[in-house]
């Protein structure tokens, strides 16, 4: 991978990962074979390399919810639902609540 391309910012922190020709300065490269066999290359910064060499977050979370009885991934919901679900308040009920 060199300078120029996209994803030349740290996985974790996305802190911009800096080269010199082909060197990187603030950084390290770093190949993932994931279990499914997918493989993921990503760069880290020196920082986050040093507290965790692990990948972690590489994969999005999926979210799902209930639309009228059904339960669907919000990420396949249109626009003004996804919005809908955004602006929802979660209710917490007190502890002495008893039913």
Known sequence: MEAGTKNNFCHDCEKEIIFEGEEIKNGVYLSYELSN?????????????????SLTNF?????YSRVVGYIRPVQQWHKGKRQEYVERK???????YCC
């Open 37 to 53: 066999g997918e493989k993921i290359n990503v760069f880290k910064c020196n920082d986050c390399f040093t507290k965790n060499k």
């Open 90 to 96: 979660e209710f917490i009920a007190p502890e002495d």
């Open 59 to 63: 994969q999005p979370c999926e979210v």
